[in-house]
Antibody
Framework: QLQLQESGPGLVKTSETLSLTCTVS??????????WGWVRQPPGKGLEWIGT???????YYSPSLESRVSISVDTSKNQFSLTLSSVTAADTAVYYC???????????????WGQGTLVTVSS | DIQMTQSPSTLSASVGDRVTITCRAS??????LAWYQQKPGKAPNLLIY???SLESGVPSRFSGGGSGTEFTLTISSLQPDDFATYHC?????????FGQGTKVEIK
């Protein structure tokens, strides 16, 4: 059974870098069918796409976060990671890692999510 | 960027009601629209993809429609388990945008 598990600090200081890792079990990250991504949700608000990565290393980032975001993949560990630099209180959110499924002749969409992890940014 | 406008933001309804939520895209996204259900403290759960394709295991009372810039999620007969927040997602050209969400509350 597929599982995605986020890990990383729950508290990050203002102006520092947020780093999270998603460990995938029950499926290989080395798949030409799936992409892998990060989505966040500030408390009481909607979902915001952060970025997406393919196992080959190709990345796609939200234009609003692109200058501060980096996503990488480690196929040997079946993990992918997120870094977000120069964080402020506005980056406080539940961060989800998720799988994206690409079916034939279609763009990939989110189909399976981790449980999410709350990251609080505070001085 | 493609912007997604979801309405209403909150909807009050009773068990058995037919409920419709709308998402509008700032430009055409063809049929690249998905819907998710989210319950408090939980991750979103995929209901519908490519506008009207029902994800495996999702009850048939959920249906999706539309094309281009206007899309709908309909719940034909609201059940107690359906009180939740619903999100639309456009996915095209390796760019993804969520709507603001619609909370379906008990009337």
């Amino acid at each position: 059974q597929l599982q995605l598990q986020e890990s990383g600090p729950g508290l990050v200081k203002t102006s520092e870098t947020l780093s999270l890792t998603c460990t995938v079990s029950g499926d290989s990250i080395n798949s030409n069918v799936y992409f892998w991504g990060w989505v966040r949700q500030p408390p009481g608000k909607g979902l915001e796409w952060i970025g997406t990565i393919y196992y080959s290393g190709s990345t796609y980032y939200s234009p609003s976060l692109e200058s501060r975001v980096s996503i990488s993949v480690d196929t040997s560990k079946n993990q992918f990671s997120l870094t977000l630099s120069s964080v402020t209180a506005a980056d406080t959110a539940v961060y989800y890692c998720a799988r994206l499924r690409r079916q034939s002749n279609s763009w990939p969409h989110f189909d399976y999510w981790g449980q999410g992890t709350l990251v609080t940014v505070s001085s | 960027d493609i912007q997604m406008t979801q309405s209403p933001s909150t909807l009050s309804a009773s068990v058995g009601d037919r409920v419709t939520i709308t998402c509008r895209a700032s430009r055409s996204i063809s049929s690249w629209l998905a819907w998710y259900q989210q319950k408090p403290g939980k991750a979103p759960n995929l209901l519908i993809y490519k506008t009207s394709s029902l994800e495996s295991g999702v009850p048939s009372r959920f249906s999706g429609g539309g094309s281009g810039t206007e899309f709908t999620l309909t719940i034909s007969s609201l059940q107690p388990d359906d009180f939740a927040t619903y999100h639309c997602l456009q996915y095209s050209s390796y760019s993804w945008t969520f709507g603001q969400g619609t909370k379906v509350e008990i009337k």
